[in-house]
């Protein structure tokens, strides 16, 4: 009987981050059991990117989950170029974050889990500012859905009876003229 080959597991690539690790305590009769809610970034850096949350008794086996879920939890992103195709502002509990398109080499303008967000989807230009609560878990939601929330140039053109060049931003409409992009 001949050796068989290990499984390898097929799967995508993914860029990985763990944002946050903290220690939560649960209250019993016998005093407090400790575990870790662990908040992990996952992203292809290609338009894709999700955030998830796990809790365990142990650090890595938070770590598992909260990729796991991250994975199952990935959304698009309308890209423009290495950039957001237009402004937007998102609250999501008491965190709000500011998102707005940058031009080619301006770099990721954006601290702490917006950074973390925006580099896992991809985007390589982009301003932000995050206002109100610093918790990393919901300041992470929050540049999620104001990710998902974006538009796609020509369709927000068509919803505003606009062409496409009249929303997008200046540098894109030059390199658009030019033959570029």
């Known amino acids: 009987m001949g050796r068989r080959e290990p499984r390898v597991k097929e799967r995508e690539e993914f860029d990985e981050r763990v944002l946050d690790i903290t220690r939560v305590a649960k209250v019993i009769k016998g005093g407090r059991r400790f575990a870790f809610r662990t908040v992990v970034v996952v992203g292809d850096n290609n338009g894709r990117v999700g955030v998830g949350v796990g809790k365990a008794r142990g650090v890595p086996d938070s770590i598992r989950k909260a990729a796991d879920r991250a994975r199952r939890n990935m959304v698009e992103v309308p890209l423009l170029g290495t950039t957001i195709p237009h402004p937007i502002e998102v609250k999501y509990g008491g965190a709000v974050v500011m998102l707005r398109p940058a031009s080619p080499g301006t770099g990721v303008i954006a601290g702490g889990a917006v950074r973390a967000v ?40 068509s919803a505003r009876d606009k062409k496409p060049d009249s929303i997008m931003p200046f540098w894109m409409r030059d390199a658009d003229q030019r033959g570029g992009e």
């Open 118 to 157: 925006c580099e896992a989807a991809g985007i390589h230009d982009i301003l932000s500012k995050s206002k109100g609560s610093a918790n990393m878990l919901n300041v992470a939601r929050a540049t999620i859905k104001g990710l998902q929330e974006l538009k796609d140039v020509h369709e927000l053109a």
